[in-house]
């Protein structure tokens, strides 16, 4: 707008927002209902209320687990050694395995803290809401 009127931009901002009291407003995203999918949610919200009736939304257990690669990582671009003569080999090789170690990190937040089946070769941990929190 200020190169269309050619004065600073500076210029088309004093006036929009100190003359004209015009704010500047992002347009919003928002999902595109359908009259079928308003009607589906009209259904399915109070069935979904009552899923959680009588407090049975403090037996919800959120869970995550995340396999961790334990063998080096290793990137050509990033990892130089800085010498005046060639270092020996094994100072500068990186060995790869066809199959590497993983670990297995598994972890759940409950309202209260309670004992999860265990399985076995994961590291676990559970965590109580208020623990969380703080």
Known sequence: MAHAHRISPMSVHRI???ELKLK???PLKRHDLTKKNRDCRKVRAPLLLNRFKNNRHRLLVFSDEKPFCIEQASNAQNDRI??????PTDQHMISRSLHPEWVHIWACITLVARVVDSWPGLLQACIDAGGYIE
């Open 82 to 87: 800085r010498s005046k003569e060639k270092p």
């Open 24 to 26: 500047s407003w992002k």
């Open 16 to 18: 929009l927002a100190e």
